[in-house]
């Protein structure tokens, strides 16, 4: 993995109303959580950070902590990733963040690594995208130097991450031009989502969506 001053983040502070409520982070697949599978992708990072709402109890918050994440509580309440991705870059120690989502229990470290070989002091987001030109938002990298675009984006109360990226020096990548599979990107959403993965692993021991 290459060597650069980057950190790790996971957002956990949405609503999960999509999944009737219930923490996606905290869904199974086998005898592991998504938000375990994640961290044990992200094990190459010094610091992994989990970004969170206040919706949070003080026991789970010791519990999290307890599995080695640096927690950072949203400033801003009910924005979307926008606001996790701000309380994260302002409060992480280093200059770049990999950012992921509790509900993205795919990710490789294969990812992570063709991301930062394309990062440079020049490039504030390098993000994959599709053959049809789609942003992935999440699995990639930002840049501090986002932080005012961030900020005017929130006093215009414009939420959309796909604005943040397009306003930025960023790098897409073309995932289908790799041998990461598109399907490394996917996150779960709904109770249905869920379940048709469920059924998907219990017939595939590789766990490939």
């Known amino acids: 993995m290459v060597v650069l001053d980057i950190g790790a983040l996971i957002l956990m502070g949405g609503k999960n109303s999509r999944m009737n409520g219930n923490v996606k982070g905290f869904l199974k697949l086998n005898d592991s959580t998504?938000?375990?599978?994640?961290k044990d992708t992200l094990d190459d990072f010094s610091?992994?950070?989990?970004s969170i709402n206040d919706k949070f109890s003080k026991n789970q918050k010791q519990d999290f902590k307890q599995m080695g994440f640096k927690l950072i509580e949203d400033i801003y309440k009910e924005i979307g990733p926008l606001g996790g991705i701000y309380s994260s870059l302002l409060n992480c120690k280093e200059e770049y963040l990999f950012i992921t989502a509790c509900d993205m229990p795919f990710i490789t470290k294969k990812n992570i690594e063709v991301l930062c070989d394309k990062i440079n002091e020049n490039i504030d987001i390098v993000v994959f995208c599709d053959k049809h030109g789609r942003l992935y938002p999440l699995s990639a990298i930002y840049s501090k130097k986002v932080l005012p675009i961030i900020e005017e984006m929130i006093g215009k109360k414009y939420y959309k991450l796909s604005y943040l990226i397009e306003k930025s020096n960023f790098v897409k990548i073309n995932i289908e031009d790799t041998d990461i599979k598109l399907e490394t990107l996917s996150n779960i959403n709904t109770p249905q989502e869920y379940d048709s993965l469920k059924k998907k692993i219990e017939y595939s021991p590789s766990e490939s969506v």
């Open 34 to 38: 998504f938000l375990e599978r994640i």
């Open 47 to 50: 610091n992994i950070y989990l």
